[in-house]
């Protein structure tokens, strides 16, 4: 089944993201030796379009593609917390069944490109080890107890990125390390499968060079991450030749956010693997969804409207406050924490969902959802009540910042001056903490480049 040359490197999606998963093989193959032959394995369900796939295969002569359709029941009972992913992200817990004849294997994740060859990363000895990866730098600096104590491991100092995973499919099948994953699937996990990789392989991971599995936000700009944390020379490698560039986070993807330094070579990529007519459709739509990012948007929809804003926490009161200084009437909070519920914030009630539903005038709010991490749940959840007029607030968190491309930086700070409502280019020290400016707009590279 494998030749021995091969290197085999396995991906999964669906129909959904049939675009984002194309690109990456296109970075693979493009960005390969003359020497090194792949073989692409795609684990999906049946709506994936095959001809696509197989098209990539007449224009490349170094790969061949296997496709193999998840059947499995326990998929069903996947878990999924973090919306933007979807069941299919745990497929990569059954490679080790799936690929039975292979000793191991590279695993990428659809939201990244590869910008180098992958043939030393495969060659890696990872003998000793389950699997290896990254240290996920931000997991690992959060510092948060809850994840350490639902893992039950003794530390976090070997959690890795699953995104980017070079497996010992023997050793894991010999230890019965496979069956453990499997057991996992349908548990509630702060980081779903990733959760489950670092859990049952803590003590026997391996750990790749940073350069394998760079994020966005640090792109060309390294510094970003604290000394110590990687070793010098990875650091240094990673700046200068990254070899895998990672899209993390469900709205930073080049094909939603289109400012980060990284996302214009993403679109390189995309521009010679996708259909002229497909390259321009995804152009268009990320434009549109970087419109409706900006505080004008958001401004020309409220203009006139009486507002809800669904989600008490700190975004949803910012959002008050930003909405307040430009004359815009909120007449509500809503929130399903009934614990929340009869809460005052300068004169604004937070109601459930229940006493909004009693209210006349609920036909003519506009609802305006500032959570984050559950907007596709709650406004789907409204929408189920027949409320339809409905917008997202997306707030521009400190990791939008450390990947904007300078060249937009002006228009960035025009906006935050609009949405405080500031006169020339003078930053007080409460606002550059509280959009991160020594992150961007003041931060000094002194890069090791």
């Given amino acids: 089944m494998q030749k021995r040359e091969d290197i085999p490197v396995v ?22 030796s003359k020497e090194t032959r792949y073989e692409i394995i795609i684990l999906t369900d049946d709506t994936l379009d095959r001809q696509r796939i197989y098209e990539l295969e007449k224009k490349f002569a170094h790969v061949k593609f296997t496709i193999i359709t998840m059947e499995n029941q326990l998929l069903n009972r996947a878990h999924i917390r973090n919306e933007g992913l979807s069941v299919f992200t745990y497929s990569r817990l059954f490679i080790p069944a799936l690929l039975s004849e292979y000793k191991k294997c ?64 023997e050793k894991i099948r010999n230890d019965g390390v496979d069956k453990l994953f499997l057991e996992g699937i349908g548990k509630k996990w702060f980081f779903e499968d990733q959760d489950i990789i670092n859990k049952y392989c803590y ?6 060079p940073l350069r394998y599995n760079v994020l ?35 709205n930073m993807r080049p094909w939603k956010y289109t400012r980060s330094r990284a996302s214009k070579f993403w679109w390189e990529f995309a521009k010679k693997i996708l259909s002229p007519e497909e ?35 700190d975004k949803g009161t910012a959002l008050y406050d930003a909405l307040k200084n430009a004359d815009i009437s909120v007449v509500y909070f809503g929130d399903n924490d009934e614990e929340k519920s009869g809460r005052i914030y300068r004169g604004t009630e937070v109601a459930t969902l229940q006493k909004l539903l009693s209210d006349p005038k609920i036909g003519k709010y506009l609802f305006v959802i500032s959570s984050q991490a559950f907007f596709a749940t709650i406004e789907k959840q409204l929408r189920e009540c027949e409320i339809t007029d409905i917008i997202r607030y997306f707030n521009k968190n400190e990791y939008y910042y450390m990947a904007l491309d300078e060249q937009y930086f002006d228009r960035e700070c025009a906006e935050i001056r609009s ?14 903490e509280k959009y991160w400016m020594n992150r961007w707009l003041f931060y000094q590279s002194d890069s090791k480049e």
């Fill in 11 to 32: 991906l999964a999606a669906d129909q959904n993201y049939i675009n984002p998963l194309l690109v990456t093989i296109g970075s693979i193959l493009i960005s390969a």
């Fill in 106 to 169: 590279i695993y990428l994740d659809t939201d990244l490109m590869v910008m180098d060859d992958l043939t030393r990363l495969y060659e890696t000895d990872i003998t000793q080890f389950y699997v290896a990866g990254v240290k996920d730098y931000g997991i690992q600096a959060s510092g948060d107890k809850r994840l350490l104590n639902s893992l039950e491991i003794p530390f976090m100092n070997n959690y890795i990125n699953a995104g980017v995973l070079l497996f010992n499919l």
């Fill in 279 to 313: 390259y321009d459709k995804m152009q268009r739509l990320a434009e549109e969804n970087m419109q409706r990012m900006s505080w004008e948007y958001i401004l020309d929809a409220c203009k006139g409207r009486e507002v809800v804003i669904w989600g008490f926490s």
């Fill in 203 to 208: 003590g026997e991971i391996g750990f790749l």
């Fill in 216 to 250: 966005y936000r640090y792109f060309q700009k390294i510094n970003f991450i604290k000394d110590g944390f990687y070793p010098e020379t990875e650091m240094q490698e990673a700046q200068k030749q990254p070899a895998i560039l990672h899209f993390t986070g469900r």
């Fill in 419 to 432: 949405k405080e409502k500031l006169e020339g280019d003078v930053w007080d020290t409460t606002l550059s």
